[in-house]
């Protein structure tokens, strides 16, 4: 009888209820009281979310802001107490937040064509038009923030930068790309504060990254820090050996005089770029992947 009862345990734990993962917009109520005395009166608030379910079996949730999109930071919850408090609402998905997600994506992808061809003013005026609808979308801000280093708005730019560093969102990997050629811009505008800043901040909430690394020993050789500069180097080597960029800035460095003898990595065969150098071919640099690693500048 041990054995069944142990059996029936385990299978309660793996079971599920033959439904597909929970995926969909849900609303929860709760109820407040308006007034005081004899004037007092309850009032039902609806709060609309964005749920999925993720692989270990809770429900990441995300409320809809006031346009009924997805937007601010998300959270787990059990399963069961979601399927206790949480209600499906698949009709207004249907008539209401899909219309708004598509609204704004549309202008987003019109801004990342204007901008691609070089109409800064067009591309500003769709990524607006999005952040609009959501002023934190992460591809929107990205957007904004690349046009205004494009023309040199470093004011405007760097109004952006205040906004995205605070976004945990904005270092996810489906971002990367976007957040590279963010920094990329920045310390190309000289702003290596607001790069090194931004940077530092992607180190506390990635995974360890050589290229990241790599990208911070630039900020800081930028801003005359060499120690700063040899130490993220140096942890760029340690996680990829072989990394050519971070070699040829290594025997830079050392051609320079900023290495002393016996210190660091063998670059003897390596031959120095004049200065620290992209490894990217231009190509990869135009059409970045979603999901590529952070490139090099």
């Not at 998905?93 to 019109?110: L, N």
């Not at 990208?215 to 050789?221: G, P, Q, S, T, V």
Request: aromatic share 10%; with cysteine; hydrophobic share 35%.
């Amino acid at each position: 009888m041990a054995e069944q009862g142990q059996g029936a345990e385990n299978r309660h734990e793996i079971v599920r209820d033959g439904a597909e993962k929970i995926k969909g917009i849900f609303s929860t109520q709760t109820v407040a009281r308006v007034g005081t005395g004899t004037t007092q009166r309850k009032t039902i608030q609806k709060t609309y979310w964005d749920a999925e379910e993720l692989d270990t079996g809770e429900i990441s949730v995300q409320p809809l802001n006031r346009n009924y999109v997805p937007s601010g930071p998300k959270r787990s919850i059990p399963r069961d107490d979601f399927l206790t408090k949480f209600n499906p609402e698949p009709e207004f998905y249907v008539s209401t937040v899909y219309p708004a997600i598509k609204e704004m994506d549309s202008a987003i992808v019109r801004g990342e064509q204007h901008r691609e061809r070089g109409a800064a003013y067009s591309a500003e005026f769709e990524y607006k038009q999005a952040m609009a609808i959501d002023e934190e979308n992460v591809r929107a801000n990205f957007g904004l923030g690349l046009t205004y280093l494009d023309r040199g708005d470093q004011a405007k730019a760097n109004d952006i930068f205040e906004r995205l560093v605070g976004l945990e969102a904005a270092f996810d990997t489906e971002h990367k790309h976007l957040f590279n050629d963010f920094g990329i811009n920045m310390r190309k505008n000289r702003m290596y504060d607001q790069a090194l800043q931004y940077y530092l901040r992607a180190e506390q909430l990635v995974q360890n990254d050589e290229h990241l690394f790599h990208n911070i020993a630039r900020c800081y050789f930028e801003k005359g820090n060499i120690e700063g500069c040899k130490k993220y180097l140096l942890k760029s080597l340690e996680l990829n050996p072989k990394l050519e960029a971070s070699l040829k800035f290594w025997a830079f460095l050392k051609d320079k005089g900023y290495v002393g003898k016996g210190e660091g990595p063998d670059v003897s065969a390596v031959m120095p770029n004049r200065r620290p150098k992209d490894d990217t071919d231009e190509a990869d640099r135009e059409k970045p992947a979603p999901s590529a690693p952070i490139k090099l500048d």
